[in-house]
């Protein structure tokens, strides 16, 4: 079900590949749209045995609430599984670099980086 945040749209989808939890999201993840991604998203991580990937790649605003809402949802991925964030787009990258959270997660450019590093710990 596609939502309005406070200034465009929201989506967001749970797939599973090789046993690893994909949840893709689209749009601005904001105020408005994180008690969703929170719904979805918590829940999805902490059946993700083989990992989590949070597909980034179509979100064009994150606000701090979207970022609390990744931090919870990383938290809650079981002991042993790896998680990778996917983010291609300048603003949100900039938010995961200045909150830290690129030095405690894998970030990738693409879902297939994503993959091989959640499957192959460095």
Known sequence: MVEQSASGTFDLGVTERDGVVIVSVFGEVDLVTSPRLAATAIPAASDAEAGLIIDATEVTFLSSSGLSVLLQAIGAVPAGARS???????????VITVSGLDTTIVTTPDVESALRAVRNPR
């Open 84 to 94: 990778a964030i996917v983010s291609t787009h300048p603003s949100v990258r900039r």
